[in-house]
């Protein structure tokens, strides 16, 4: 972080500023912040569904949630090209487009929301639904209103740790994002490019902005833990 | 034979002990009393060594123990909640302390297989404490706490966490038990009834003070406050004094030194009856009769009575 | 709540779609390409000299790695549960950087302390270099064997501990002999975590290594690079290895999970 400063806060200013970089950092921010939404909404589901209903292959399908975190983010860059690729079998030429970016972020992102909303459904006191249903609230707003709260905690953490992942992730996109500067260079890409050009400092400048929006997420979600716990009866 | 002297326990801001001292005799079986938060737990784990006092000295046998860790105090402890070895089968629970010790094997087996025997455990040696019931684990526990031969055995309410039944039978149990092995025994409650039926000693303490010291019956006859009158058993309030109700009498004429009450309420429950009064100012009482007397009396609501005690009061009225 | 069995099932649809096509396709698709045209390309694919050179050395990586952070991890999640001092927020926090940072800033961070010109400067080679790439690998794994025994160790409490210095024993035996045996699975379960995270390594490593083909190349990088020199089977076969090795990854969690969480 300090070697960033060596050349004065006008050489950090003008790394930072550059168009390129800041084209990088906008598209880094913006598909993480959507991944992390639909994984609010996706990943709450799928907990849900993991939890509370039962059908063949539910086992099976409980440990594939956590591919994405045993698989090297390589491998992922590989499988999504063979899907989203030249070689598509289903004739999606998706390469170089902000969409393979989105899939590549869904994809190594998923397991975060529903392993943090999973035991929290799990331990859900079900009395309170049915206290909810006795008093004739239909089962819509007994998720809205009773169920929903309780899980609002759980769901942040694991979108925030969503978006501290996507906005840092390189390995899966570097082979499907195309890195075609102010379109589809994500700012790992560019970090990683700017090394390779032997321009370490210009690197360690964005990184820098990098971190501290990562920090930031994490002690959001740190700060939304500790809220969550002071309602725990 | 352990001498506990001045000791002084802090944790942050509460005072767990104040300035205690007591002294164990060999061969004895005391009852450290109290409720929640009285000291008792701590006077336990600083005469046992888990915890150190911040003044004060803790002799045993002789020998200043305040600065020897627990492990070589040559104490036996049992904790509340068994604190098994949930990895270890009772076997292995039980031989722990002589394993440690580098014990020859076939004096481990023996000595496993005698204690389990004495704590009636024989045939469990390969179970998993998860397979045995709280009584069980209990007595695992203390077969364990027995096997190094300790000076001391330190029992923190050791049936705390048992079901009223059990609780029962293993208290009769360790009476027994004690009385065939005579080691040295402190034990922790806050349950009187267990205190008097079990110990020698009994060991009052509230708020991290020494409240009394004595046999059961010298503390229930003479106790020497409020406190331990109440704690020890029902008492009721007669004016400026604390009485045992079983101790008062209710005429229908004037006596010397009884009070005037007018009766509430007479509730019939078979062989007692017990009659709710209302003293002059407004307090109430009450006052167990035997139905004869209740006959005698013709008690009804509305009438109006004297009470008295028929012993010495023991106790002006405490906080 | 007894939801209404048509919503229920449209749930689970609209879940098991998602699950399907994030997931199971893609997944399917690459095993499906990779053994496209038999086994026999595939396994010439991963015994070329620069294929089992890539996987020594990631073993090897990973061999130092995984046991160092072990133990890191075992003794600091003792401190952090039974400790008292202050700054445990302070290292709880700095455990929990690498899921924070981007790998591809971790090797930056090196690059600049370690590199030509940088902070330290050791008689040795480290950034394109094997020390560089094991600093990565275990900077980025560090935190999960930490993470899967503080919950244990908070679980269990101390109790039994204190028992067993009660019977004479000290405190390196009651480690060894109480403690140890009642985290087993945490650690087990954390060391699965590990291995996984040490292997699947790229972005940092790829800033660190320098690339040397037969020399500083973990199974990772060459997949990346038959990629980038048009070998698509020979990336596919890679892929597949480190594949089978996930999967495999996949059911030690599997069965380990169960055991960890049963106290």
Same mark, same amino acid.
């Given at each position: 972080?300090?070697?960033?400063?060596?050349?004065?806060?006008?050489?950090?200013?003008?790394?930072?500023?550059?168009?390129?970089?800041?084209?990088?950092?906008?598209?880094?921010?913006?598909?993480?912040?959507?991944?992390?939404?639909?994984?609010?909404?996706?990943?709450?589901?799928?907990?849900?569904?993991?939890?509370?209903?039962?059908?063949?292959?539910?086992?099976?399908?409980?440990?594939?949630?956590?591919?994405?975190?045993?698989?090297?983010?390589?491998?992922?860059?590989?499988?999504?090209?063979?899907?989203?690729?030249?070689?598509?079998?289903?004739?999606?030429?998706?390469?170089?487009?902000?969409?393979?970016?989105?899939?590549?972020?869904?994809?190594?992102?998923?397991?975060?929301?529903?392993?943090?909303?999973?035991?929290?459904?799990?331990?859900?006191?079900?009395?309170?639904?049915?206290?909810?249903?006795?008093?004739?609230?239909?089962?819509?707003?007994?998720?809205?209103?009773?169920?929903?709260?309780?899980?609002?905690?759980?769901?942040?953490?694991?979108?925030?740790?969503?978006?501290?992942?996507?906005?840092?992730?390189?390995?899966?996109?570097?082979?499907?994002?195309?890195?075609?500067?102010?379109?589809?260079?994500?700012?790992?890409?560019?970090?990683?490019?700017?090394?390779?050009?032997?321009?370490?400092?210009?690197?360690?400048?964005?990184?820098?902005?990098?971190?501290?929006?990562?920090?930031?997420?994490?002690?959001?979600?740190?700060?939304?833990?500790?809220?969550?716990?002071?309602?725990?009866? | 034979?352990?001498?506990?002297?001045?000791?002084?326990?802090?944790?942050?801001?509460?005072?767990?002990?104040?300035?205690?001292?007591?002294?164990?005799?060999?061969?004895?079986?005391?009852?450290?009393?109290?409720?929640?938060?009285?000291?008792?737990?701590?006077?336990?784990?600083?005469?046992?060594?888990?915890?150190?006092?911040?003044?004060?000295?803790?002799?045993?046998?002789?020998?200043?123990?305040?600065?020897?860790?627990?492990?070589?105090?040559?104490?036996?402890?049992?904790?509340?909640?068994?604190?098994?070895?949930?990895?270890?089968?009772?076997?292995?629970?039980?031989?722990?302390?002589?394993?440690?010790?580098?014990?020859?094997?076939?004096?481990?087996?023996?000595?496993?297989?005698?204690?389990?025997?004495?704590?009636?455990?024989?045939?469990?040696?390969?179970?998993?404490?998860?397979?045995?019931?709280?009584?069980?684990?209990? +007595?695992?526990? $203390?077969?364990? #706490?027995?096997?190094?031969?300790?000076? !001391?055995? /330190?029992?923190?309410?050791?049936?705390? @966490? *048992?079901?009223?039944?059990?609780?029962?039978?293993?208290?009769?149990?360790?009476?027994?038990?004690?009385?065939?092995?005579?080691?040295?025994?402190?034990?922790?409650?806050?349950?009187?009834?267990?205190?008097?039926?079990?110990?020698?000693?009994?060991?009052?303490?509230?708020?991290?003070?020494?409240?009394?010291?004595?046999?059961?019956?010298?503390?229930?006859?003479?106790?020497?406050?409020?406190?331990?009158?109440?704690?020890?058993?029902?008492?009721?309030?007669?004016?400026?004094?604390?009485?045992?109700?079983?101790?008062?009498?209710?005429?229908?004429?004037?006596?010397?030194?009884?009070?005037?009450?007018?009766?509430?309420?007479?509730?019939?429950?078979?062989?007692?009856? +017990?009659?709710? $009064?209302?003293? #002059?100012?407004?307090?109430?009482?009450? !006052?167990? /009769?035997?139905?004869?007397?209740?006959? @005698? *009396?013709?008690?009804?609501?509305?009438?109006?009575?004297?009470?008295?005690?028929?012993?010495?009061?023991?106790?002006?009225?405490?906080? | 709540?007894?939801?209404?069995?048509?919503?229920?099932?449209?749930?689970?649809?609209?879940?098991?779609?998602?699950?399907?096509?994030?997931?199971?396709?893609?997944?399917?698709?690459?095993?499906?390409?990779?053994?496209?045209?038999?086994?026999?390309?595939?396994?010439?694919?991963?015994?070329?000299?620069?294929?089992?050179?890539?996987?020594?050395?990631?073993?090897?990586?990973?061999?130092?790695?995984?046991?160092?952070?072990?133990?890191?991890?075992?003794?600091?999640?003792?401190?952090?549960?039974?400790?008292?001092?202050?700054?445990?927020?302070?290292?709880?926090?700095?455990?929990?950087?690498?899921?924070?940072?981007?790998?591809?800033?971790?090797?930056?961070?090196?690059?600049?302390?370690?590199?030509?010109?940088?902070?330290?400067?050791?008689?040795?080679?480290?950034?394109?270099?094997?020390?560089?790439?094991?600093?990565?690998?275990?900077?980025?794994?560090?935190?999960?064997?930490?993470?899967?025994?503080?919950?244990?160790?908070?679980?269990?409490?101390?109790?039994?501990?204190?028992?067993?210095?009660?019977?004479?024993?000290?405190?390196?035996?009651?480690?060894?002999?109480?403690?140890?045996?009642?985290?087993?699975?945490?650690?087990?379960?954390?060391?699965?975590?590990?291995?996984?995270?040490?292997?699947?390594?790229?972005?940092?490593?790829?800033?660190?290594?320098?690339?040397?083909?037969?020399?500083?190349?973990?199974?990772?990088?060459?997949?990346?690079?038959?990629?980038?020199?048009?070998?698509?089977?020979?990336?596919?076969?890679?892929?597949?290895?480190?594949?089978?090795?996930?999967?495999?990854?996949?059911?030690?969690?599997?069965?380990?999970?169960?055991?960890?969480?049963?106290?």
């Amino acid at each position: 972080m300090a070697r960033s400063t060596d050349g004065g806060l006008d050489t950090f200013w003008s790394a930072v500023s550059s168009r390129q970089a800041v084209s990088a950092l906008t598209l880094s921010l913006w598909t993480s912040l959507v991944v992390a939404a639909v994984n609010a909404v996706a990943g709450t589901a799928t907990a849900w569904v993991l939890v509370r209903d039962d059908f063949r292959g539910k086992a099976v399908l409980n440990a594939l949630i956590d591919l994405p975190f045993a698989l090297p983010t390589i491998v992922v860059g590989i499988i999504l090209l063979a899907l989203v690729g030249p070689t598509s079998p289903v004739g999606i030429h998706a390469v170089a487009t902000t969409w393979a970016i989105l899939l590549a972020l869904l994809f190594v992102t998923l397991p975060f929301v529903v392993r943090s909303v999973q035991p929290v459904v799990q331990e859900l006191d079900r009395e309170m639904e049915e206290a909810a249903t006795s008093l004739g609230a239909s089962s819509a707003t007994t998720f809205r209103r009773v169920v929903l709260p309780n899980l609002v905690p759980a769901i942040l953490s694991g979108a925030g740790m969503s978006f501290a992942r996507a906005v840092g992730e390189f390995g899966s996109v570097i082979l499907v994002a195309g890195n075609i500067p102010f379109h589809t260079q994500l700012a790992s890409v560019y970090i990683f490019g700017q090394v390779e050009s032997d321009d370490p400092i210009g690197a360690a400048a964005v990184a820098v902005v990098l971190l501290a929006i990562s920090l930031i997420v994490l002690v959001a979600i740190a700060s939304v833990g500790r809220w969550g716990a002071r309602h725990e009866r | 034979m352990i001498s506990v002297d001045a000791v002084t326990k802090q944790f942050g801001e509460f005072r767990a002990l104040d300035d205690v001292s007591l002294d164990v005799h060999e061969g004895s079986l005391t009852a450290l009393l109290g409720p929640s938060g009285s000291g008792k737990s701590t006077l336990l784990r600083v005469i046992a060594g888990l915890e150190l006092p911040d003044a004060g000295r803790v002799v045993i046998d002789g020998e200043d123990a305040t600065a020897v860790p627990a492990q070589r105090r040559g104490i036996g402890f049992v904790f509340q909640h068994y604190a098994a070895f949930k990895h270890m089968t009772v076997r292995e629970n039980v031989a722990f302390g002589l394993r440690i010790r580098k014990r020859p094997k076939a004096e481990v087996t023996a000595k496993v297989d005698e204690l389990l025997g004495i704590v009636g455990l024989q045939g469990y040696q390969s179970r998993y404490p998860a397979q045995l019931s709280g009584g069980q684990r209990q +007595r695992m526990a $203390l077969a364990r #706490a027995l096997a190094i031969e300790p000076r !001391v055995l /330190l029992l923190d309410e050791p049936f705390g @966490a *048992l079901d009223a039944k059990v609780r029962a039978d293993l208290r009769a149990w360790l009476r027994r038990l004690h009385d065939e092995v005579h080691v040295t025994t402190v034990l922790v409650t806050h349950d009187q009834e267990e205190a008097m039926d079990v110990a020698d000693r009994i060991v009052v303490l509230n708020e991290g003070r020494i409240e009394q010291t004595g046999t059961p019956r010298e503390l229930y006859e003479r106790p020497a406050n409020g406190f331990v009158m109440s704690f020890l058993g029902p008492v009721a309030r007669l004016g400026e004094a604390l009485v045992r109700p079983h101790d008062l009498r209710v005429t229908a004429e004037p006596r010397e030194g009884a009070l005037e009450a007018m009766v509430d309420r007479v509730v019939h429950l078979g062989f007692e009856v +017990r009659a709710e $009064l209302q003293l #002059a100012d407004g307090a109430p009482l009450a !006052v167990q /009769l035997t139905r004869d007397d209740a006959v @005698a *009396l013709e008690l009804a609501p509305g009438d109006i009575v004297w009470v008295g005690h028929t012993v010495e009061p023991v106790q002006p009225v405490a906080a | 709540m007894n939801v209404d069995r048509r919503v229920r099932l449209g749930v689970r649809t609209l879940v098991l779609a998602y699950l399907t096509v994030l997931l199971l396709v893609p997944v399917g698709l690459v095993f499906y390409r990779t053994f496209e045209h038999g086994i026999t390309p595939v396994w010439q694919a991963i015994t070329t000299p620069a294929a089992v050179h890539a996987f020594w050395l990631t073993l090897e990586i990973a061999l130092i790695a995984v046991p160092l952070n072990t133990i890191f991890g075992v003794v600091t999640a003792l401190a952090l549960v039974r400790g008292r001092f202050r700054g445990k927020v302070a290292i709880d926090a700095v455990i929990s950087l690498p899921f924070a940072l981007s790998p591809v800033v971790i090797g930056l961070a090196l690059l600049l302390v370690y590199g030509r010109g940088g902070w330290v400067s050791l008689p040795f080679q480290v950034i394109f270099s094997l020390p560089g790439m094991v600093l990565a690998t275990i900077f980025v794994s560090l935190p999960f064997v930490v993470r899967e025994v503080v919950p244990v160790l908070r679980e269990i409490g101390d109790e039994s501990e204190q028992a067993a210095a009660t019977l004479g024993a000290t405190p390196w035996q009651a480690f060894w002999r109480i403690t140890l045996p009642a985290i087993r699975w945490g650690i087990a379960y954390g060391v699965v975590l590990t291995t996984a995270r040490a292997i699947g390594e790229f972005g940092a490593v790829s800033v660190v290594s320098g690339r040397i083909a037969g020399e500083t190349q973990t199974l990772t990088l060459l997949v990346e690079q038959r990629f980038q020199n048009f070998d698509l089977a020979g990336a596919y076969a890679a892929s597949a290895l480190l594949g089978v090795i996930a999967i495999a990854t996949l059911l030690a969690m599997t069965l380990l999970k169960p055991r960890k969480d049963q106290t």
